[in-house]
């Protein structure tokens, strides 16, 4: 728990959460909404690398009141994609709509996805994220988009999440997100917690194929309630003014890359290259 401190539990109304958050009314907050002609191409961002994201772990789901988080309690970093250092995740949790409707904090071109993960890291150098929150970049948070589809077999919250808490079969990370060669292609920009203290010290990376999941999944997380009883839904904040910010996009290269070394292969396979 010692881990987490620093984000505080704080449901309230966004409009509101100025007020002994002064973080919260600054100029590089988020979330925001991402124009995709006006996101610019940047070579470094190349695929993250995803250290022991295989490794299984039991845990828990809490209700914090504002969200259902899973702490993570082994070692797994992301690092390369242009971050300054290597990153461990600290915990896990989502943002939703209501039955299935708009939800995801991050919009593209004005799309509101039904739902977003949140998998937050924090500079391996730090003990807790508190003191990681008071550097610039000491925050490294990875979205995930939902999209209604079929079911996703580690992903099923049901009527238990009305507790406070409850224990989650064994998983690993990696099930919980496409795999790693669809990860090739995301946002990064530098913003903030999108729940108060507001802190301005995250680097985004916001990945655009997006995670499957049945629509009695989405609507499972409609039965999750706040600490007064009432429907945890619609738990998502709107999206902030980018203010001069650029959002870059690693554009996929590595895929693009793939795709022409398998034409390639194939070409040759068929006896179809040509003499130079």
């Known amino acids: 728990a010692q881990k987490n401190k620093g984000l505080v539990d704080h449901?309230?109304?966004?409009?509101k959460w100025t007020v002994g958050n002064e973080d919260c009314g600054g100029k590089s907050q988020s979330p925001v909404?991402?124009?995709?002609?006006?996101?610019?191409?940047?070579?470094?961002l190349t695929p993250l690398e995803f250290k022991n994201y295989q490794h299984t772990f039991k845990t828990v789901m809490t209700n914090t009141g504002h969200s259902v988080q899973v702490n993570i309690p082994i070692i797994s970093a992301i690092s390369g994609g242009d971050l300054s250092t290597t990153y461990?995740?600290?915990?896990?949790?989502?943002?939703?709509?209501?039955?299935?409707?708009?939800?995801?904090?991050?919009?593209?071109?004005?799309?509101?996805?039904?739902?977003?993960l949140h998998i937050v890291h924090m500079k391996n150098k730090y003990a807790d994220l508190a003191t990681a929150l008071r550097d610039p970049e000491g925050v490294a948070v990875l979205g995930f988009f939902y999209e209604v589809l079929f079911l996703n077999p580690y992903l099923?919250?049901?009527?238990?999440?009305?507790?406070?808490?409850?224990s989650l079969p064994s998983i690993s990370l990696a099930q919980l997100i496409p795999p790693e060669r669809k990860l090739t292609s995301y946002y990064r920009y530098q913003g903030s917690l999108t729940t108060p203290p507001c802190s301005e010290s995250v680097v985004w990376t916001?990945?655009?194929?997006?995670?499957?999941?049945?629509?009695?999944?989405?609507?499972?997380?409609?039965?999750v309630q706040f600490h007064?009883?009432?429907?945890?839904?619609?738990?998502?904040?709107?999206?902030?003014?980018l203010n001069g910010r650029l959002v870059y996009h690693s554009g996929g290269a590595a895929l693009l890359v793939s795709s022409a070394l398998l034409a390639a292969a194939l070409t040759t396979a068929l006896g179809l290259s040509q003499p130079n």
């Open 88 to 116: 461990k995740a600290v915990q896990l949790h989502m943002h939703w709509g209501k039955d299935g409707g708009p939800g995801s904090e991050h919009t593209i071109d004005g799309e509101q996805y039904p739902m977003e």
């Open 156 to 166: 099923y919250v049901a009527s238990k999440s009305r507790n406070v808490s409850f």
């Open 11 to 15: 449901p309230g109304v966004p409009e």
């Open 33 to 44: 909404n991402i124009v995709t002609r006006k996101a610019v191409r940047e070579e470094r």
């Open 228 to 241: 007064d009883s009432k429907s945890m839904v619609n738990n998502f904040r709107p999206v902030q003014p």
């Open 206 to 223: 916001v990945f655009e194929t997006p995670i499957p999941l049945s629509m009695d999944q989405m609507k499972a997380f409609s039965m």
